[in-house]
């Protein structure tokens, strides 16, 4: 028994002894070959920045260009590692065959994304809306579309899902129009009331002068008035000028005397002209 122990341990020491430098190597190999893919990628991302090619293209490419080297990089560790490399690429083919028909999602979040790439629907910067999400293209990938939300979430929406439903763009025009509402009783005039707003709006070095800002009568409530306020803005003031417009309209209705309805009761009054 004590000899069969004593072959086992020899036989154990010859193997480590015979593939210790080949592991070694693979990992040497491993881990200087990601650092330096690492390094290439980053120069790589700052030259493409520096192209006249689009934002949403360059993160496109550094993504398969890092997917690609990482892979190269594998095989050959797999090589110096004593594997049959022909033989581990007709495995990883096969497999991959076989993934990609258990992931079609994935495949098919990969055929969106070169259509985004190629029809440009939306850009790196645009904000756009899908299916109720909302957000700024911070990046296009591969398989996914990052968007920044204005509460500085990350959404990342799968691209198939993009390329399958409407999509919002409200970048595309270089202008977004606000959807205000502002409530006035009816005993107040409106033309009063109008002038009120338009001279807020004039004020505020957001809002575009063209085209021209809206104010109207959107609805009859039961006691009061709904005003529409509807400015065109670019795209990133969005939220800047909802806010501003919203305070500046409360700020010059007090300073002009405005009344203000309340639904509590019933109250009847004059209209206004």
């Known amino acids: 028994m004590s000899i069969d122990i004593k072959e086992y341990l020899s036989m154990a020491v010859d193997t480590v002894i015979k593939y210790a430098p080949s592991l070694i190597g693979a990992i040497l190999v491993l881990f200087v070959g990601f650092w330096i893919i690492k390094k290439v990628s980053k120069i790589a991302n700052t030259s493409l920045e520096k192209s006249t090619l689009s934002p949403e293209i360059t993160t496109f490419l550094i993504s398969m260009f890092d997917m690609v080297l990482k892979l190269s990089v594998i095989l050959f560790a797999a090589g110096i590692a004593g594997f049959d490399t022909s033989a581990l690429v ?32 939306y850009r790196v910067g645009d904000w756009i809306e899908l299916d109720g999400k909302f957000g700024k293209v911070e990046e296009i990938q591969i398989f996914n579309t990052l968007l920044g939300t204005p509460g500085k979430k990350t959404l990342i929406i799968p ?45 505020n070095a957001r809002i575009m002068p063209e085209p021209a800002p809206l104010v109207g009568i959107e609805k009859y409530e039961s006691h009061f008035l709904v005003i529409g306020v509807k400015p065109f803005v670019k795209p990133d003031d969005f939220w800047e000028v909802t806010y501003d417009l919203n ?25 206004g002209n």
Do not use: C, H, W
């Not at 970048?171 to 005039?189: C, D, F, T």
């Not at 305070?247 to 209209?271: P, Q, R």
């Open 247 to 271: 305070k500046e309209i409360k700020k010059a209705f007090s300073e002009n005397d405005v009344k203000m309805a309340y639904s509590e009761g019933v109250e009847l009054g004059e209209i």
């Open 90 to 121: 007709g495995i990883l083919a096969a497999a991959g065959f076989a993934i990609g028909l258990a992931l079609q999602g994935g495949l098919g979040n990969f055929a969106s994304g070169i259509i985004i790439l190629v029809f440009k629907p």
């Open 159 to 203: 691209n198939g899902q993009i390329t399958e439903n409407v999509v919002t763009n409200f970048s595309k025009k270089g202008a977004i129009r606000l959807e205000l509402e502002v409530s006035m009783p009816y005993e107040e005039s409106f033309p009063k009331i109008e002038r009120i707003i338009q001279a807020v709006m004039a004020k």
